[in-house]
């Protein structure tokens, strides 16, 4: 007896819709390897008709007031939260994530900040009125930039969809969002909710890999790109986009330092390190997986972590009692157990260092201590439930450690001396800070980074400016 596959399917102008061309792609659940739908392969006709329909739609929800995009996102984010189980089933079907944890720690949030935006569509002011010049009156405006293109990771595929749309539509452009060809479900059925709210167009889904997206970015429609991905993936888009000179938001990948001083309360240290080095199996590029110890504590610091880890447990989405499930994908799974083959022989593996199981994509919480400076898994995302472990003398070598990669996302300093817990905020060149915790997000605040781990802000009021555009109107008195 076999299982009829799932048929998922792409919403473009209002409508679901197959590939043009019929093409399709599996979808695997990575807590059991098997396949349980298929999903559209996008090509140029479907990006050609979605753009086509994004740009029909963006001038009458440009020329929406805040208060009515406000009033559109209020309904879509009351509308997630009253289906909140059937995005939490999608999401953990596509992902493996623990039912109680998607359910508790990422719907939540995802549902504050649609609320956040919605609210912050009301405040997109520009300065006041004035004469800079004799006879004349200056006004700022601040406008919609049109059509954004925009591709999702498949880390956090429903938060990340939010992060991309709410802000864009909140300040009245239009968009084609395409989620990562392994994680489609769960943006799927928000088209699905958010059917009955927007006007047809404002929000589409195209489903498809990489020459999908590579579409959308070099289509001529869209007056911005945004991706949330690779820094490999980034540096595609950017270039891409450079050939129009389309605007470009790029969050890219992350290496934090977690910084730990003799006077740090290691066991906080110890429990909070671990969950926000392992949730989500270490798939996040904020994630505490590189770790800094003053020497002073070093081994009774590893010990700790060690137990840590050991008391960590992975396993299926219905399990209540596991912090994480598996790695996204089959090529995760080896890229994470590749780093580990690899490692040199001054290091050591604390705990963990294998697969779990023989069915799906499950890694053990992993330390690995004795590490150098220059050593392929400090300077290298490996975006899976690895904890290194390094060794600094003094501050000042902890801040050459913790910014000598090319990533500079976030970061943590845990200490009790309030002086070099500003000392280390001011001189850690990373997005953002933490202080005695780790991973905390809040819609009010931005979250982006520097270096190699792109530009522009996700959340907050920094979050619109990548949406929006300034202009000058200059007016003269004389009528």
């Known amino acids: 007896m076999t299982t009829e596959l799932r048929r998922l399917r792409n919403y473009i102008g209002g409508e679901f819709k197959d590939a043009a061309d019929g093409r399709t792609t599996e979808v695997v659940n990575p807590a059991t390897g098997e396949v349980y739908a298929t999903a559209p392969l996008s090509g140029q006709a479907d990006v050609d008709a979605a753009m086509a329909a994004a740009a029909a739609a963006f001038p009458g929800w440009r020329d929406t007031t805040p208060a009515e995009r406000q009033k559109a996102l209020l309904k879509i984010a009351d509308a997630f939260e009253a ?260 490692l040199p022989v001054h290091a050591k593996v604390e705990a963990g260092g294998h697969q779990v199981g023989d069915k799906g994509y499950f890694y053990a919480p992993t330390v690995v201590s004795g590490l150098k400076q220059d050593d392929e898994i400090i300077q290298n995302e490996v975006f899976g439930p690895v904890i290194t472990v390094q060794s600094f003398t003094d501050e000042a070598q902890a801040l050459e450690y913790a910014n000598g990669v090319e990533f500079a996302l976030a970061s943590s300093v845990w200490t009790k001396d309030h002086g070099r817990a500003m000392r280390m905020s001011k001189n850690l060149d990373f997005g953002c800070v933490w202080i005695n915790t780790h991973i905390p997000l809040v819609a009010e605040m931005p979250h982006g980074g520097f270096k190699k781990s792109g530009y522009g802000k996700d959340l907050s009021a920094y979050g619109f400016e990548d949406y929006t555009r300034i202009k000058h109107v200059m007016t003269s008195l004389d009528g």
């Open 83 to 342: 289906r909140a189980d059937e995005l939490v089933a999608a999401e953990s079907e596509n992902t493996g994530k623990p039912l109680g944890l998607t359910a508790s720690e990422e719907l939540p949030p995802m549902v504050d900040q649609i609320r956040f935006f919605a609210g912050a569509a009301r405040l997109l002011e520009g300065r006041s009125a004035g004469e800079y010049m004799d006879g004349m009156t200056s006004i700022i405006r601040r406008e919609p930039v049109g059509v954004c293109a925009q591709v999702a990771p498949w880390n956090y595929p429903m938060m990340m969809a939010v992060w991309k749309f709410a802000p864009a539509i909140a300040a009245g452009n239009t968009v084609v969002l395409k989620p990562s060809d392994t994680t489609p479900a769960s943006t799927v059925l928000m088209a699905e909710i958010i059917d009955s709210v927007l006007p047809k167009g404002v929000f589409n889904v195209i489903c498809g890999d990489r020459e999908t997206g590579k579409a959308m970015v070099e289509h001529s429609t869209p007056a911005m790109a945004s991706i949330t991905g690779s820094v490999r993936a980034g540096m595609q888009v950017a270039e891409s986009a450079s050939k129009d000179v389309k605007r470009v938001h790029l969050e890219l990948g992350g290496k934090a330092p977690v910084v730990v001083f003799p006077d740090a309360d290691i066991a906080k240290a110890v429990e909070d390190i671990a969950v926000a080095g392992y949730f989500n199996a270490g798939q996040d590029c904020t994630a505490a997986t590189r770790v800094l110890v003053h020497e002073s504590i070093h081994d009774e610091f590893v010990a700790a972590l060690a137990k840590a880890a050991a008391d960590t447990k992975t396993g299926a989405p219905d399990d209540e009692d596991v912090l994480y499930g598996p790695l996204n994908n089959p090529n995760q799974l080896k890229q994470v157990a590749g780093f580990i083959e690899r």
